[in-house]
């Protein structure tokens, strides 16, 4: 049994946490929103009265958070409260799981090192059902040692662990990964509303396709078009799941990354505008394969 503090309960992080509960592990979790504590609770897990107290005698410590800010807010501190780098045990391991791009996560790689403190950035593919499944892909950057000792933790929530490299490798391999994501998903939707808009049933496309080479994880996994796929998102009115704000964060991300190297990513730059255009139009809530509505032609 090792002791966790994790940060970060919502969509993703609940079910993490809940996976770890169910390895035996002991939790202490904190996050903003009341209901997630709760649920936390309900699951066996202890909720911290606050960020030092979950860490005081934590082996490894998971963060699990939206963006980038949010991660150096809560390890480095905001210049009104200390950072949680100020409480950890040099012997413990930081595991940030948040996609927050390279830059961010090397800094924090450095600020840990001063410390003595392991750290690894660990952003994960998979999405919500991946992670109630705990069959998550983990994307490590980080020392190779400091990858060993997370094993056994980051196996209780997935099925799939790469080390890609050195200290924001992970980060760089999410980037990657969540771009082709994007374009790939508008693709879809725009080739099922294309068939539809044709009289296809659009069930039947999806299978189609799935057996042809246009196949993809969008298609047969995430289908965008509601009522072809029970499980996904789309059937449920685009709640839960993965939301378009995040996508477009991600796809910003993955610009930034593109300028930084000087590398062309015409796609993706596409799929970026798709997206705001969608975040614009108040949808930034929904799961990001609600990416359709804005293909759909007007209502006649």
């Known amino acids: 049994m090792t002791t966790i503090a994790f940060f970060g309960l919502g969509n993703m992080g609940g079910p993490m946490a ?8 002991q939790l202490l979790g904190l996050d903003p929103s009341a209901a997630a504590c709760a649920a936390f609770a309900a699951a066996g ?8 107290q979950a860490v005081a005698d934590a082996e490894v410590v998971i963060s699990m958070l939206p963006a980038a800010q949010h991660v150096e807010r809560l390890y480095l501190g905001d210049g009104v409260a200390d950072g949680l780098l100020d409480h950890i045990d040099a012997d ?3 595991i940030d799981c948040s996609t927050i791009g390279p830059h961010p996560a090397r800094r924090l790689a450095e600020r840990c090192q001063a410390r003595g403190i392991d750290c690894l950035d660990a952003p994960v593919s998979g999405g919500t059902a991946g992670a109630e499944a705990g069959t998550l892909t983990f994307m490590v950057g980080g020392p ?40 790939l998903m508008a693709g879809t939707a725009e080739a099922l509303q294309l068939g539809a808009a044709h009289g296809l049933d659009v069930a039947v496309l999806s299978q189609i396709i799935s057996r042809s080479s246009g196949r993809n994880w969008a298609l047969e996994v995430y289908n965008p078009w509601p009522g072809v796929m029970p499980t996904a998102p789309a059937s449920r009115g685009y709640s839960g799941g993965f939301a378009s704000a995040l996508m477009l964060k991600d796809l910003g991300l993955a610009a930034e990354a593109a300028l930084q190297s000087g590398t062309p990513t015409p796609l993706g730059e596409l799929a970026r505008n798709l997206y705001a255009l969608h975040n614009a139009a ?6 990001f394969s609600s990416i359709l509505e804005l293909l759909r032609p007007p209502a006649a």
Not at 18 to 25: E, K, P, V
Not at 45 to 52: D, E, I, Q, T, W
Not at 147 to 161: F, N, Y
């Open 18 to 25: 809940r996976r770890l509960l169910g390895a035996g592990h």
């Open 45 to 52: 897990g202890l909720v911290a009265s606050s960020g030092p």
């Open 92 to 94: 413990a391991l930081v």
């Open 144 to 183: 190779a040692a400091a990858l060993e000792r997370a094993q056994p933790v980051l196996q209780a929530m997935g099925s799939q662990v790469f080390h890609a490299g050195a200290a924001g490798a992970g980060q760089a391999a999410k980037l990657c990964n969540n771009m082709l994501l994007g374009v």
């Open 282 to 287: 108040g949808q930034g809530g929904r799961d």
